[in-house]
């Protein structure tokens, strides 16, 4: 069901054919299960798009997510929460931000609203996308994902959690993880393999890095700092110790297996509220 | 051949950090193991007393300054970081969450939560830390939701909504950790919210009990309010209770009525506003209250943090006691097994009552609109955290000498989500200006004509005075005490300084160029004792040289 749709070839601007087609090969399972369904046109999402690659991009980044304290992919906004705030938000600035005011008019701004507010589920680089309930069960099962990553609450601790990836990873570059995890890999999260000066060899994730120290979280959930001083060597692992998924799944469950991914955005809590 | 480095939590060689659970045995305890700092105010008790010794009078001089953490965030650092096992979980204004090395002060993670727009905390986007317990931390927010976080990694567990931050409520306080159960309270008492203090389970989130600070219809006290007044009567909690596992009684100061500022809109005593409660933490049962100031005038928050302290009064005494210097200049001391006033006495100056009576009602004296009344509307003291210390016997307090302010109350409507103050400070006050810019200026404004500020001993039995450390500026900086006779603050001047804890005597200054906020902690980072204060926008770290 997900084909995509080369009906568009034939109107618009190459620009707009892009955008649709990677627009509607990703919306059909999508859009169903998100908070604003419905409430965007297909039109006014890939025209914003269009915009934001035009001119946001440069500050914002190409997937939004540039500017740690203004990370549109998280879909909270310090200093918005109706399309109306946005609205005034992208027109007039921020003063004393580097959010200048922009001035696009009306229609162009309800399609950067449109498209910030739909912009996790953009597809932009046109990966075919499968069926996220199945890519779940390959994800617990075939996959055997969870022998190192978690989702929810428990379990392991050493590999990145993903409760989020939807929102923090586009689909293109969890694509590349999985089919080379070694080459897709992030290198803040690659292995570092350091030995001491008595010649022992400590293995953590990195979490963060000085000239003087490293910041670690070992296979056993313990958080590590230590003085390079007291190091001999430190090396990094090029070599992820995730498998490459490109041999071991096939194309559709490749597919499967991204779309439950790029549906993992956090949860909600809106059941506990008293 | 290369062997694998086994990890041990009692390896030397590495700063390595083996989160360990924080049992609630932990918690009961957390005065006999002084190497972490376990709760806001370090222990249920609340007295900011550490048995670490190791800084003491004679080597103060010789610390040093190990690293500086330095906010994102320029708003105020009024958080009280919490350190376990040589991780310290810090948090900046408005929400974000740290989990810091104690050797390097390098970030291991961070969480950040965005507030709602629809927050109005009334002064400033602030939070003032967090509560652990297991493996979880917990945070309260300025747009009233409740956060659970893993303690290793930072993933959010859960998070629900605990009042409608449209409406003003909003959190500002370090929840507590009881059995169980987490503890909030609301603030927005300047927004006509009725305020309350509420259980939520560790590991669901969900509600347990709810204490209203304001009594609804058929409940005792609620004819101390007139008419439809108890509805938008404030009566905020903004800083974290104390608890008394043997007594099993958690006790919460309570902030002032609602409209601020204007008495007759509101006739009667306005319980439980301005009182301390004392509640089964279990239940949210109310075991016993007091209160400090019946139909406040003046905004003096009673939300003093709760010092409880053991001693022997006189062969009578229960042995267990309340030490609270409160925002209406007057000290008590309390009885907390049954909420009995003892004694009563001004701490700074005061001519709003001219005394207490033999139950610690206040002889009011109103000045009325066309005289300054003291203290002003900051009060002789606020929420700077003070300290009880075992080893001198003696209770420490944060304190603005010589300051009042006129007050005149103004008639208002509540208006939801909007401020519900009913008054005005009227000026100039003779002799002096009004009070000048509130905040940490290039150039200091503030003269000793406005009043000044003051680190205070008080024999916790009498009330008395028994010295005082006079500063230029006043102080927003809560009080550590130490085993080594030490007595650490700070200051609006940027000023960090120890003080010899049984004379007052000055041994040790820092000029750290930014306005404290918070109260200093200690703690045990490979066996070697931590000063650790909040300044400005930063956190700074001290050790002895070796």
Redesign the interface.
């Known amino acids: 069901m997900l084909k995509i749709n080369n009906a568009l070839s034939a109107i618009g601007s190459k620009w707009m054919i892009f955008f649709f087609k990677a627009l509607l090969a990703f919306l059909p399972i999508q859009l169903s299960a998100q908070q604003h369904a419905g409430q965007y046109d297909v039109a006014d999402i890939a025209y914003g798009a269009q915009l934001f690659a035009g001119r946001c991009v440069v500050c914002h980044g190409a997937d939004g997510d540039l500017m740690p304290?203004a990370n549109l992919r998280?879909g909270?906004?310090?200093?918005?929460?109706s399309d109306r705030?946005l609205m005034r938000v992208i027109r007039d600035g921020i003063e004393g931000t580097a959010m200048a005011s922009t001035g696009y008019a009306d229609a162009e701004l309800t399609a950067l609203v449109a498209y910030v507010r739909n912009i996790t589920n953009f597809n932009g680089s046109g990966e075919v996308l499968g069926d996220p309930s199945t890519g779940k069960e390959l994800f617990n099962g075939k996959g055997e994902c969870l022998s190192c990553h978690?989702t929810g609450?428990g379990g392991p601790?050493y590999a990145p959690?993903l409760?989020k990836i939807g929102i923090t990873r586009t689909a293109a570059a969890l694509r590349r993880a999985m089919q080379d995890s070694s080459e897709g890999m992030l290198p803040i999260n690659r292995e570092l393999v350091l030995?001491?000066n008595s010649?022992?060899?400590?293995?953590g994730r990195r979490?963060?890095e000085?000239t003087?120290?490293v910041?670690l979280?070992?296979r056993?959930?313990?958080?590590?700092?230590?003085?390079k001083t007291?190091l001999l060597s430190i090396e990094i692992n090029k070599t992820s110790s995730m498998p490459n998924y490109g041999t071991l799944l096939s194309e559709q469950e490749h597919a499967d297996l991204l779309a439950y991914l790029l549906s993992l955005k956090?949860?909600v809590?809106e059941g506990?509220?008293? | 051949m290369?062997?694998?480095?086994l990890?041990t939590?009692s390896s030397l060689?590495?700063?390595?950090?083996?989160?360990g659970q924080v049992t609630q045995s932990q918690l009961d305890s957390a005065g006999e193991n002084p190497g972490n700092w376990l709760t806001y105010s370090g222990t249920y008790k609340s007295q900011r007393y550490s048995t670490l010794d190791e800084v003491d009078t004679g080597n103060v001089s010789k610390l040093e300054l190990k690293w500086v953490f330095q906010a994102?965030s320029l708003e105020a650092f009024e958080a009280t970081p919490l350190v376990v096992d040589s991780?310290i979980y810090l948090t900046e204004a408005p929400n974000t969450v740290y989990?810091l090395?104690a050797?390097?002060g390098?970030?291991?993670?961070r969480y950040q939560h965005?507030p709602?727009?629809?927050a109005r905390p009334c002064c400033g986007r602030v939070n003032r830390g967090l509560a652990i317990a297991n493996d979880s931390l917990y945070m309260a927010t300025i747009d009233a939701k409740l956060l659970s976080l893993?303690a290793?990694?930072g993933?959010?567990?859960?998070?629900?909504?605990?009042a409608d931050p449209a409406l003003g409520y909003a959190m500002t306080l370090a929840p507590l950790v009881i059995k169980d159960k987490v503890i909030v309270g609301v603030a927005g008492g300047e927004y006509g919210i009725r305020g309350f203090i509420a259980a939520f389970d560790l590991e669901?989130?969900?509600?347990r009990w709810r204490f209203y600070t304001i009594p609804g219809p058929g409940e005792p006290g609620h004819e101390s309010w007139d008419s439809g007044s108890w509805e938008h009567g404030g009566a905020s909690i903004w800083l974290t209770g104390s608890y008394d596992p043997t007594l099993n009684l958690t006790y919460w100061g309570v902030g002032n009525p609602g409209p601020d500022w204007n008495p007759e809109q509101r006739p009667g005593d306005n319980l439980y506003s301005d009182s301390v409660v004392a509640l089964n933490p279990d239940t949210g049962e109310l075991v016993w209250h007091f209160q400090f100031t019946p139909n406040d005038d003046y905004d003096y928050d009673s939300i003093q943090i709760p010092v409880l302290a053991d001693f022997q009064l006189n062969d009578l005494s229960s042995g267990k006691y309340m030490l609270w210097a409160n925002r209406n200049g007057f000290y008590y001391l309390l009885d907390r097994t049954n909420g009995k006033f003892l004694k009563g006495t001004p701490f700074v100056k005061v001519n709003w009552a001219s005394g207490l009576d033999e139950t610690g009602r206040p002889i009011e004296t109103p000045q009325g609109p066309e005289k300054v009344t003291f203290p002003g509307v900051q009060g002789g003291t606020n929420w700077y955290s003070p300290s009880y210390s075992p080893q001198t016997e003696l209770f420490y307090v944060t304190a603005w000498e010589n300051y009042g302010s006129i007050f005149i109350p103004q008639d208002i409507t509540y208006v939801p989500g909007r401020i519900f103050g009913g008054g005005a400070l009227g000026g100039p006050i003779p002799g002096a200006a009004n009070l000048p810019a509130f905040g940490n200026q290039p150039i200091n404004t503030w003269t000793s004509e406005v009043g000044n500020g003051a680190i205070l001993a008080l024999d916790p039995k009498s009330g008395e005075q028994v010295w005082r450390y006079p500063m230029n500026d006043i102080g927003h900086s809560g009080i550590l005490t130490t085993a080594g006779n030490l007595l650490f603050s700070g200051n609006r001047e940027g000023l960090f300084f120890a003080l010899n804890a049984k004379t007052g005597e000055i041994l040790w200054h820092q000029r750290l160029g930014g306005q404290g906020n918070n109260g200093p902690i200690t703690f045990l980072h490979n066996n070697q004792q931590r000063i650790a204060t909040a300044m400005g926008n930063s956190l700074f770290v001290y050790g002895l040289k070796k």
């Open positions: 304290r998280s909270t906004f310090r200093n918005a929460s705030d978690n609450l601790k959690h409760g030995e001491t010649g022992e060899l400590i293995r979490l963060n000085d003087y120290s910041q979280i070992t056993e959930g313990n958080l590590l700092s230590l003085d007291q956090g949860p809590f506990l509220t008293p | 290369k062997k694998i480095f990890i939590c060689l590495f700063s390595i950090k083996c989160f994102q991780i989990a090395d050797e390097t390098r970030t291991f993670w965005d709602s727009i629809d893993d290793v990694t993933v959010l567990k859960w998070q629900i909504d605990v669901t989130g969900e509600e």
